[in-house]
T-cell receptor, first 115, second 115 residues
Framework: NAGVTQTPKFRILKIGQSMTLQCTQD?????MYWYRQDPGMGLKLIYY???????DKGEVPNGYNVSRSTTEDFPLRLELAAPSQTSVYFC??????????????FGSGTRLTVV | AQSVTQPDIHITVSEGASLELRCNYS??????LFWYVQSPGQGLQLLLK??????LVQGIKGFEAEFKRSQSSFNLRKPSVHWSDAAEYFC?????????????FGKGTSLLVTP
């Protein structure tokens, strides 16, 4: 199993550009999440999804959009990149009934720089 | 809202010395608690978790943590630290919402191991 796969691993964007961070998992997990990690700030939840067609905002959703058309994929969209979105982005997934016992499976992250 | 606090931003220990990383949680009922480790440039790996039962839990890589309800703490310990333990450590608590379940992470503790 590949687990949770994130692409790209690194990206540099100019202010105002848009891009999509891809996340796919092959474990048939219903729950998927996007976090951003900033130095000294830990991980902040951007958006999450409890199944195909269902998404909800987390703690820091402004400037981002998501969609969940399939169980496997949960892309994160940045429409107008801003320097404040420079961060490392992590995607994670879990079975609903095993979030409590097993936590998440994380991807390896996407490091995004907006200049 | 459920939250965790990691009071120490940085900790330095000598190789072979014992280690304790602090985590305090805020939650009304019995919390679901996790410790994750992040090596430089990597994703997050689950070290151990607690959701019920024995308050002393064992994890991977020789780590353990003790749940103390009276102190609202879930501190991570290791008897003898190895240079390869240098990493960022995150404590997390499970949080329910009407839409599902997510983990709230602390800001992390950066561990430096000296020879």
């Amino acid at each position: 199993n590949a687990g949770v796969t994130q692409t790209p691993k690194f990206r540099i964007l100019k202010i105002g550009q848009s891009m999509t961070l891809q996340c796919t998992q092959d474990m048939n997990h219903n729950y998927m999440y996007w976090y951003r990690q900033d130095p000294g700030m830990g991980l902040k939840l951007i958006y999450y999804s409890v199944g195909a067609g269902i998404t909800d905002k987390g703690e820091v959703p402004n400037g981002y959009n998501v969609s969940r058309s399939t169980t496997e994929d949960f892309p994160l969209r940045l429409e107008l990149a801003a320097p404040s979105q420079t961060s490392v982005y992590f995607c994670a997934s879990s079975y609903p009934e095993r979030v409590v016992t097993d936590g998440y499976t994380f991807g390896s992250g996407t490091r995004l720089t907006v200049v | 809202a459920q939250s965790v606090t990691q009071p120490d931003i940085h900790i330095t220990v000598s190789e072979g010395a014992s280690l304790e990383l602090r985590c305090n949680y805020s939650y009304g009922a019995t919390p679901y608690l996790f410790w994750y480790v992040q090596s430089p440039g990597q994703g997050l790996q689950l070290l151990l978790k607690y959701f019920s039962g024995d308050t002393l839990v064992q994890g991977i890589k020789g780590f353990e943590a003790e749940f103390k309800r009276s102190q609202s703490s879930f501190n991570l310990r290791k008897p003898s630290v190895h240079w390869s333990d240098a990493a960022e450590y995150f404590c997390a608590v499970g949080a329910h919402s009407n839409s599902g379940y997510a983990l709230n992470f602390g800001k992390g503790t950066s561990l430096l191991v000296t020879p």
